[in-house]
């Protein structure tokens, strides 16, 4: 209805699981509508390598659904909202995430929707089976420039903490599982920023 379309006119749809297809409006109304299939296509996931970002959700909501909004658009595979010892939402409401991640999908006519999860607590993320790459940012102590690190054709999973950081003793367990502490720069970087600048990276760096 926003669109105004009616009987006869063409549309795209996408199921998120990479078929895209060509359909005209055959009937339209207040309830519902239905659609003619024309020519239906699928597409290749666009990654060679998976993007996993797990991050610490920031206390204002909008914040957090920025960053996904702009992740999807730039193109990632998996976020996790991450609950830490300094996370200070405990809450969240993934559906609202979720239909953040198709609006999303449609703006950047992407054929691939990407995986939001519940909230998740770090230890619960530790104990799935875990790419080789693996990073966590960290604002304090011995670190190492992101971009010197990150390989472009193998799988990843970074994690970025809460507003407060990730503490001392989590930082130490992560390291036990053999994530890297890496930096992206001198200045500090809110949440939604820090994890977003990570995903424009990773992708892009895949492109070259």
């Known amino acids: 209805s926003v669109l105004r379309l009616g009987v006869g006119q063409r549309i795209v749809l996408l ?58 658009e730039i193109g990632i595979d998996r976020i996790t909202p991450l609950l830490t010892e300094r996370t200070e939402r405990d809450k969240l409401r993934v559906d609202r995430l979720e239909r953040v991640a198709v609006a999303a999908v449609k703006q950047s006519q992407r054929a691939w929707l990407p995986r939001t999860d519940m909230l998740t607590p770090l230890k619960d ?21 992101l971009v010197s690190r990150y390989r472009p054709h193998a799988d990843v999973l ?39 600048a990570v995903c424009t990276w990773f992708s892009l760096a895949q492109q070259q």
């Open 15 to 72: 199921d998120g699981r990479g078929t895209r297809a060509l359909g005209e409006i055959m009937e339209a109304g207040k309830r519902g509508c239905s659609v003619h299939i024309i020519q239906r296509s699928h597409h290749a996931p666009e990654r060679t390598a998976r993007i996993h970002l797990a991050v610490g959700p920031t206390k204002q909501m909008d914040r957090f659904e920025w960053f996904v909004e702009k992740a999807v």
């Open 125 to 145: 993320l530790l104990g799935e089976e875990l790419p080789e790459q693996r990073y966590f940012g960290r604002c304090e102590g011995e670190r190492l420039p």
């Open 158 to 196: 970074m994690i970025i903490g809460p507003e407060g950081d990730l503490s001392q003793r989590e930082a130490e367990e992560l390291s036990r599982h053999r994530f890297e502490a890496v930096s992206l720069g001198e200045a500090r970087l809110r949440t939604e920023t820090a994890a977003l």
